[in-house]
């Protein structure tokens, strides 16, 4: 196996089909995807990508839209994931995943309908198209008579596919780590690491007679461990991840991720639990914006409203916080975990204001929502994958700087907490109530941090959180580790930042009042 | 393909893999056909439809491991990807307990029909699907004038699995599942819409819920959550009713993985035969109810399954062990994981317990809040009723419960005789007595 490499795995593993001919990932570049000064070539590598030709595109449509419709499109996804994993000393496992199909959308009106299928052949997408095509009722519409290819904007160029990268580069990663925690402290007694590559190829193509690709590249590296003290145990972790090549892997990434899981596991050991109830609480600049993502975000995704669900329903163009506060959902941020160069139904993204100077200003929408409102599709429709139809979703959610600074925020708060690390939050859209769970962070004291505290849940309502938003700092943060949001039971990579800011009273659920 | 041009499959993936070098494979097929239909204001607002296969590769080369997921399941794509799997493998570290199972733990596979899967799925017409959908929501609709929206759905699917591992295991499940479910959200005060949904899931079509009750109880959820309001902090009782009482009772489960154990994050660690619940508490993993969610005679190994007691009135017995960790561990395995969950179930209803509290807090929600595994400390945020000598008095949120699982799960005066239908984990409500809450 001496002639073994990344390359061929992802060409043999993921694409075989075209080994008979010429391997495919010889014929494709994303470098010069990214660079885009020739457009036809361009469509034509991801058109050979999937096996597929215009032609046969357009047929397809008009199947789908042979019982009417006002709208379909068809969404081409190839994605390989690649997984290493560390335990006890080694990096003992390692897998890839590999996910390869079409989703076919009918659209009449407000209703959808769907199917997708594995098989790229002409019969398996014209049974998915038939499928999908039994929402409408209104006869018969014309497909496209030409697709007209239109390049997507790079938020996130890389320099080297991961296609190139063999697990032999990859293992050293893990190991580096290891030793840098399991070195760290003598209290540290199991390490964990566990790494992840992926690459997604999207090529949309709508019956409005264009058509669209991305070529998504991401990376994730975790490190987790647990310490003893005393005969008490805690755990912690930290992790990174972006939308990028191994060039991610610095010095820098490694020594940040070794050190955090070391201070946060360790950190624990000393930690409480605090006292519960309603009181002062300071968002460390970063990871916080989970509670902007809970609080208002969701709240904001046009279809729930659409539906009259949300708290939100009716609050466009009203005050809801103070002129301090600005929120953004933004699908251009360099790098970001949470960026799409377009979206999954082949929409330009964009940089939305949710909230401008403490205005509520407007909704994340996809295709259906933005007709319903009669307002443009702000690049927010997104999906798992080619299984499922697009939904307004977040992409990087954050809180634009304010006046304060995180000193004079601290030393305001005369009892309450100060918290740097959350791990998960949930809101229910109807009444606005939200949680989220902080992991670490300190007890305010008469102005100052001191003793640090884990493991309690925050709990508030979304509108009156943000009426309480009454100091914003200047030092915003991204932050780093991003995160996964779950919705109808999709899951999309999500990012989301904020300043350090002030909330004047929230709940939080401590032991003992 | 069929079940047996599937098992055939998974046997060519087998020797194929072994071909190219592998030591061990165990190869798992998965096929599902699902169907969804979504309705809103008596329109189809979205109709979704699909088959799908994918097919998992567990690899063993020279005692090192690796494990692989596709959907392009095209013989010629399969042989590639093994081959560079097989190579990809060899890069790894040797894991000395990694291999497959011990075929002794394939013996005893019960053979009986647990009956998972309804024969007469294939005879459901969309129409009727549609129907459904739709009389539920409309039956929603009628029983309250403060609906703001409500939707339905009615969801269907048919799942089948075959594997094969090398060494001599072979087997098959297939399982439908049919759901019809409905979500109300009502006029609130203030901007406040709250929500609250009902379902009604079963593995046999005769067994659904009629529209008019998942309609009936999904209005009276919604209903009752307007005017929601937070209590001072302080110590209630607590019932949580038993569609949400899995939450608390995977906190202290996930203490019994092995592979928390062994990674030396279980607060379970080194407490077999210790006293960790109330004496109200046994759990047991049973895989042959028929017709169980969770009901099996193989598990994730492929090892053959039996009833077992995990915590015999409060007293823990077993951990689940998969086969790695059993080694890695040195202890015997059990079960790779839970496969239908029962418990020691009381003589009281729901109704009958909150009649019995003086002054308590009715769960019907849990929302966020998470644990740590190593210490099982919890904070979970809570919705539900403030309850007075037996009555409901208002809903209650944005309030949190916190503590360790170890405290709370001692806390726990009473079982419910309500085991929770449609799910593997039949939990039925629990009462808990002296909980701290916080809130205002």
Not at chain 1, 24 to 49: K, N
Not at chain 1, 433 to 458: A, H, Q, W
Not at chain 2, 81 to 102: C, G, I, Q
Not at chain 2, 211 to 222: L, N, Q, S, T
């Amino acid at each position: 196996m001496a002639s073994f490499t990344r390359r061929q795995f992802i060409v043999a593993g993921a694409k075989v089909a075209a080994l008979a001919a010429v391997p495919a990932i010889l014929r494709f570049d994303p470098v010069r995807a990214f660079a885009g000064p020739d457009e036809s070539a361009v469509l034509a590598d991801y058109l050979s990508w999937f096996e597929v030709d215009e032609t046969l595109i357009r047929r397809v449509m008009a199947t789908a839209l042979e019982r009417g419709g006002d709208y379909c499109d068809l969404f081409f996804e190839h994605t390989v994931s690649n997984y290493v994993g560390l335990q006890d000393n080694a990096v003992n496992r390692a897998g890839t995943s590999v996910d390869y199909g079409v989703g076919i959308r009918v659209i009449e009106g407000d209703r959808t309908g769907f199917s997708f299928t594995e098989e790229l052949t002409a019969e398996a997408m014209l049974k998915a198209a038939r499928t999908a095509a039994n929402i409408a009722r209104s006869g018969s519409t014309e497909a496209p008579s030409g697709l007209l290819y239109k390049p997507a904007a790079s938020y996130y160029p890389i320099q080297v596919p991961w296609e190139d990268i063999g697990i032999d580069r990859k293992i050293p990663i893990l190991q580096h780590l290891d030793q840098q925690i399991s070195g760290a402290d003598s209290r540290i007694v199991k390490t964990s690491v566990t790494y992840r590559d992926a690459t997604s190829r999207i090529l949309v193509a709508t019956s409005e007679g264009i058509i669209r690709s991305d070529y998504r590249p991401m990376a994730e590296i975790s490190a987790s461990c647990s310490a003893e003290q005393n005969g008490r145990r805690e755990e912690g972790w930290y992790s990174l991840t972006s939308r990028n090549d191994i060039s991610f892997f610095s010095p820098e990434t490694m020594n940040l991720v070794s050190g955090e899981a070391v201070r946060r596991t360790l950190n624990q050991l000393d930690a409480i639990q605090p006292e519960g109830g309603e009181m002062p609480v300071v968002l460390a600049a970063g990871g916080s914006g989970m509670m902007l993502h809970e609080a208002i975000g969701h709240g904001m995704e046009a279809d729930c409203n659409r539906r009259n669900e949300s708290i939100y329903s009716d609050a466009i163009g009203k005050p809801i916080a103070e002129p301090i506060v600005s929120i953004v959902d933004d699908g251009t941020y360099p790098h970001a975990r949470g960026s799409i160069n377009i979206d999954d139904e082949g929409s330009d993204t964009e940089k939305t204001f949710l909230v401008r100077d403490g205005i509520l200003q407007s909704y994340m929408h996809d295709l259906i929502s933005a007709k319903h409102y009669g307002v443009r599709p702000t690049g927010n429709g997104r999906r798992e994958s080619f299984r499922y139809p697009p939904v307004p979703r977040m992409r990087s959610t954050y809180m634009l700087p304010g006046p304060h600074t995180k000193d004079e925020i601290i030393a305001s708060v005369k009892k309450g907490v100060y918290c740097d690390d959350f791990t998960n939050g949930e809101v229910r859209i109807g009444p606005g109530d939200f949680t989220f769970y902080v992991k670490s962070g300190y007890l305010i004291e008469d102005g100052k941090l001191t003793r640090p505290i884990k493991d309690v849940n925050l709990i508030g309502n979304g509108p009156e959180v943000l009426k309480r938003v009454t100091m914003v700092a200047d030092d915003f943060a991204l932050a780093s580790r991003g995160g996964t949001c779950g919705k109808d039971g999709q899951w999309v990579p999500v990012s989301m930042g904020l300043p350090t800011i002030l909330v004047s009273a929230l709940t939080v659920g401590g032991k003992s009042a | 393909m069929n079940t047996a041009e599937r098992l055939d499959l998974a046997r060519w993936v087998v020797r194929q893999a072994q071909a190219k070098g592998a030591g061990g494979v165990a190869a798992t097929l998965n096929h599902s056909r699902s169907i969804t239909v979504e309705v809103r204001d008596q329109e189809v607002e979205r109709l979704r439809e699909s088959t799908s296969s994918s097919l998992g590769i567990d690899m063993y080369v020279d005692g090192r491991y690796s494990l692989y997921t596709t959907s392009d399941l095209r013989r010629n794509s399969l042989d590639d990807f093994l081959a560079e799997a097989v190579a990809m493998t060899r890069y790894l570290a040797v894991d000395a307990e990694r291999s497959l199972p011990d075929p002794k733990y394939y013996e005893g596979m019960q053979q009986i029909d647990l009956k998972t899967s309804d024969d007469t799925y294939e005879g459901l017409t969309s129409e009727e699907r549609v129907a459904l959908a739709l009389q539920t929501e409309k039956a929603a609709r009628a029983m309250s004038d403060k609906i703001v929206t409500c939707g339905a759905a009615f969801g269907d699917e048919y799942a089948e699995e075959v594997r094969v591992h090398s060494n001599g295991f072979e087997g098959a499940r297939r399982g439908t599942e049919f759901g019809l479910w409905t979500e109300v959200s009502v006029r609130g005060e203030g901007e406040a819409r709250p929500s609250d949904y009902q379902d009604s899931s079963v593995r046999f079509r005769k067994d659904l819920a009629s529209p008019e009750e998942i309609a009936r109880k999904a209005v009276g959820r919604a209903v009752a959550m307007i005017g929601q309001r937070k209590l001072a902090s302080g110590r209630y009782d607590l019932v949580i009713e038993n569609r949400v009482a899995s939450r608390m009772i995977g906190i202290l489960t996930a203490g019994m993985r092995a592979g928390n154990i062994q990674q030396k994050r279980s607060f379970l660690a080194g407490k077999l035969g210790e006293k960790i619940a109330s004496d109200k508490f046994t759990l047991i993993d049973d895989p042959f109810i028929v017709g169980g969610f969770g009901s099996r005679v193989y598990d994730g190994d492929g090892m053959a399954t039996k009833r077992r007691v995990m915590i015999d009135r409060g007293v823990l017995k077993e951990y689940y062990v998969n086969y790695y960790y059993a080694r890695k561990l040195n202890l015997e395995p059990t079960v790779s994981g839970s496969t239908n969950t029962v418990f020691e179930y009381g003589t009281r209803s729901l109704e009958d317990l909150i009649a019995g509290m003086k002054r308590g807090i009715l769960v019907t929600s849990f929302i966020g809040g998470n644990s740590n595994t190593a210490t099982g400390d919890f904070s979970v945020g809570i919705i539900g009723q403030y309850v007075e000598n037996g009555r409901r008095v208002h809903p209650v949120s944005e309030m949190n419960i916190a503590g360790n699982i170890l405290e709370f799960m001692n806390q726990l005066t009473e079982m419910g005789n309500d085991p929770c239908p449609g799910t593997a984990l039949m939990r039925p409500s629990m009462y808990f007595t002296d909980v701290q809450f916080a809130g205002l």
